[in-house]
């Protein structure tokens, strides 16, 4: 038995820290957190010091008791998580636990995993700093206590199943709020006046551009008139040297805005990517707010950049942290070793690494050097100037190997670039021919919508959260229904063009696609109408000073400046007292807004959200006639629809005529508006509105589905047919749809290629279930990852077998009894089987 136990987080770090250390080390996972708070309302004593309890998960008993076993019978313990909060909180649940002693335990910290790294980290123990799992402590109980006594009121005044979280409340807030500032946003348009220039016949043309924008139509043609006979001349040039310096190395928050920018991926991406890196000893530790670099990696960079790019290239930077709270970690996020240009590895880990490298060689490097030329143009009728930039890369620097992105603009305008990348030579006095003029109607725009990125930016800017809150709070609120990121078609504008050309001004209506988004944050009406509730009834959880000064105290909390109980205490009496007090006072939210009057009935029509989702309701609940009722479409919004959409839903769903002896209708259903023909739904395309839906697209939407589903192939004596749906191209063959993976040609399947996907289908369905119980809706299934449990539509995890402590075996699932199965179950949803749960559809355990 080896004299040293390493306990790391991860089973893939354990395995590269392994092959670090000699034969005397013995390097195990815990497989993050081993025990948490107890699930029950009983797991903090609010009126014993906030006194905690906790327990280990059924999945983390046989983690336990394995290094419980390997603990006794090593000389010392090290315990290896990682450098922050949580890892600090990690590595004091291990130590109580397991049962360790002061004398046989022993705390290291590293951010890479790199033998040097390693070998310091053995060289230079530490205790646990109390301080550090204080901090994490005072977090997640006064998260939990928000999350258990927040939720239950959400459930009574607005709608069952519904949560509530300190972060995730805020960061909804940020989002409900842009999209209202978009709603109210007025465009108003304005002029702006560029001319296209040369310096002779045949010769080179320049942009140049008035500084002033006109807002009336005929200021801009007057301007134009004016310039029909004048002259123009260069009356003063301006050439000055610039530079750009680099930005600097990765923080948390950079790296998953840089790669939400640059490479599409979502911030739970780009963590979970970067772990992976960090546990393989390609990145160092990829949470931290710091910017610094350490010696080892300023020197490892120098030899780099002179190596590959020679010595002008290098300058050596020394970056400070601006954020105050920068103390989850002592580095940037940096390659390992400077020399490793890329990785081997899967395409997203590769292209991360990239990135990452980039940014951190290009933070060590020269400026770049520009020679920047502003000439100002005089115009013989009038006495405005116009003026034309031109910019000329003289040293290349950083930015042979980096630049960074930035988000979408917040200005007022929609404008086009007009520097040149370079003017030709001019000269003071020289006369210009004018080739021609044009006054462009621009319009101005309100803030961008956030994306992940922008988000996370603004989260960092207003102090809330902290690096490694920012991806699960992302999550959360999507997978919570509170906002939905996704793609949006914009909507065609006309603007006008004035221009003057061979001593003549012609106008032109042209039209442009605007408003179009791509990748964005939108609020959903519940997630609205929960923010609304939230900020009248509990103003200080989503206040966003508030939230920021709770991340201050935790910090505090950290360095030994505060009590952390004492922090709960203040923050506690107050809010329990506003939870009783909405319970009982508080009206149900609905986010109801009055439309206006039914023409045909006189009843007042109303927008909100209902049981069901969001709605529209013609009449009173308390009138002798039922109030009618109709769903919104997905495209509109309890807080945007009008009176007359409101009403068009009641037109749904609607008759047309028979096709091919079938009846025809329009509705709209759980996925959308759809067409039906005979007992066939057939979904409209994206942004289709089904109220102009004639006979003629009905019977062109019902005949294009006649020929997708038309078979392509046979296969056993059954036709197979092709389709595409939510989740991309598909076969269906008798009851089975078998999705096309994207290594085929889809509009070009061969037999062989059908029969191979049919029959893995086949096989795969036939190796699906081990044991199944259709009336009880479980089953043990065979998973991508082994042998689960599905519960309904939950899919659980199987763990150990009680009796022999080890995974069960092929066979013990093949006879495991339905009695143990729920057993299984119970250990992770504990009121899974409680009639009343299953009947309100949410837990009965009250906070």
């Known amino acids: ?461 207003l102090g809330i959260g902290r690096p490694s809150t920012y991806a699960p709070t992302i999550s959360t609120i999507q997978n919570r229904g509170y906002v939905v990121k996704e793609d949006r078609d914009g909507r065609s504008r006309t603007y006008k063009t004035f221009t003057l050309k061979d001593g003549e001004v012609k106008s032109i209506v042209k039209s442009e696609i605007t408003g179009t988004e791509k990748g964005k944050l939108f609020p959903t009406d519940i997630g609205a109408v929960v923010n609304d509730f939230l900020v009248e009834h509990f103003k200080g959880i989503v206040d966003y000073n508030f939230t920021a000064t709770v991340e201050k105290q935790f910090d505090e909390i950290a360095n030994g400046l505060k009590e952390w109980t004492d922090m709960l205490k203040k923050f506690y009496q107050p809010f329990h007292s506003e939870v009783e007090d909405t319970l009982k006072n508080a009206d149900r939210a609905t986010g109801e807004r009055l439309l206006g009057l039914d023409p045909e009935s006189g009843k007042n029509v109303y927008t909100k959200v209902g049981r069901f989702g969001p709605m529209v309701q013609i009449g009173e609940m308390d009138e002798e006639d039922k109030p009618r009722y109709a769903s919104l479409l997905k495209s509109q919004s309890v807080e945007t629809i009008s009176l007359e959409e409101a009403l068009n839903l009641f037109q749904l769903p609607f008759q047309l005529s028979d096709y091919k002896d079938k009846e025809v209708s329009v509705g709209v259903g759980r996925f959308g508006p759809y067409v039906k023909w005979g007992d066939t739904f057939i979904s409209l395309p994206k942004n289709e509105d089904p109220l102009t839906v004639t006979n003629e697209r009905a019977i062109e939407i019902i005949e294009e589905k006649i020929s997708i589903d038309a078979p392509v192939a046979e296969y056993q004596g059954h036709p197979v047919s092709k389709g595409k749906g939510r989740f991309g191209p598909f076969l269906k063959w008798k009851d089975l749809f078998i999705n096309v993976p994207v290594r085929y040609n889809f509009d070009k399947l061969s037999q062989s290629d059908i029969n191979e996907l049919i029959s893995a289908k086949i096989e795969k369905e036939a190796n699906r279930y081990i044991q199944q119980w259709e009336t009880e809706k479980i089953a043990i299934e065979n998973g991508r990852w082994g042998p689960f449990i599905r519960f309904g539509k939950q899919m659980l995890k199987l763990g150990k077998n009680p009796t022999t402590g080890q995974k069960y075996t092929a066979e013990e699932l093949s006879t495991v009894s339905l009695e143990d199965v729920k057993k299984l179950i119970v250990e992770q949803v504990p009121d899974a089987f409680d009639a009343k749960a299953k009947k309100t559809g949410r837990k009965t355990t009250k906070k």
């Open 1 to 461: 038995m080896a004299k040293n136990l390493l306990i790391v987080e991860s089973p893939a770090k354990a395995k590269t820290i392994e092959g670090y250390l000699g034969k005397d080390f013995l390097v195990k996972s815990s497989y993050g957190h081993i025990r948490d708070l107890r699930k029950d309302d009983g797991a903090i004593e609010v009126d014993n010091n906030f006194k905690q309890h906790y327990e280990i998960p059924a999945d983390k008993k046989q983690v336990v008791a394995e290094l419980k076993k390997l603990a006794k019978s090593a000389e010392t313990v090290w315990l290896a998580s990682d450098e922050d909060r949580e890892g600090e909180a990690i590595a004091w649940h291990l130590y109580e636990s397991l049962g360790l002693k002061e004398n046989q335990t022993k705390r290291i910290v590293f951010h890479e995993i790199t033998k040097p790294a390693i070998t310091k980290a053995i060289e230079n123990p530490r205790t646990i700093d109390y301080n550090l799992v204080n901090a994490q402590q005072a977090r997640r109980v006064l998260d939990r206590l928000v999350g258990f006594e927040l939720s239950p009121v959400l459930w009574k005044k607005v709608k069952p199943s519904l949560s509530a979280g300190r972060v995730q409340s805020v960061a909804v807030r940020l989002i409900v709020e842009r999209e209202r500032e978009i709603n109210l946003f007025n465009a108003e348009s304005a002029y702006k006046i560029i001319a296209i220039f040369s310096t002779g016949k045949g010769k080179e043309i320049f942009k140049a551009e008035l500084s002033q924008r006109y807002a009336e139509q005929k200021e801009a043609e007057k301007f134009l008139e004016d310039c029909k006979s004048a002259l123009y001349k260069i009356n003063d040039l301006d050439i000055r040297p610039t530079k750009r310096t680099p930005a600097p190395p990765f923080t948390t928050s950079t790296l998953q805005q840089e790669a939400g920018r640059k490479l599409g991926f979502s911030v739970s991406r780009t963590m979970s990517i970067a772990q992976r890196l960090y546990e393989t000893g390609k990145i160092t530790y990829m949470r931290t707010d710091s910017v610094n670099l350490s010696e080892t990696a300023l020197n490892a960079s120098e030899i780099e950049i002179n190596s590959a790019y020679g010595s002008k290239y290098h300058h050596k930077r020394i970056f400070k942290t601006k954020s105050a709270g920068a103390q989850e970690a002592h580095e940037a996020i940096r390659p390992t070793h400077f020399e490793w240009h890329t990785i081997e590895g899967d395409a997203s880990e590769k292209r991360l690494y990239e990135l990452i490298w980039k940014r951190a060689i290009a933070s060590q490097m020269s400026e770049a050097q520009f020679e920047k030329t502003t000439a100002r143009i005089g115009i013989s009728t009038r006495k405005e100037e116009l003026v034309a930039n031109g910019e000329v890369l003289k040293f290349d620097g950083f930015l042979k190997v980096y630049l960074e992105s930035e988000d979408e603009e917040s200005d007022s305008h929609l404008d086009d670039k007009t520097d040149n990348g370079i003017l030709p030579p001019l000269n003071i006095g020289q006369e210009l021919i004018l080739n021609e003029m044009t006054a462009l109607e621009r319009f101005t725009r309100p803030a961008a919508r956030y994306s992940e990125a922008s988000l996370v930016k603004k989260l960092e800017e």
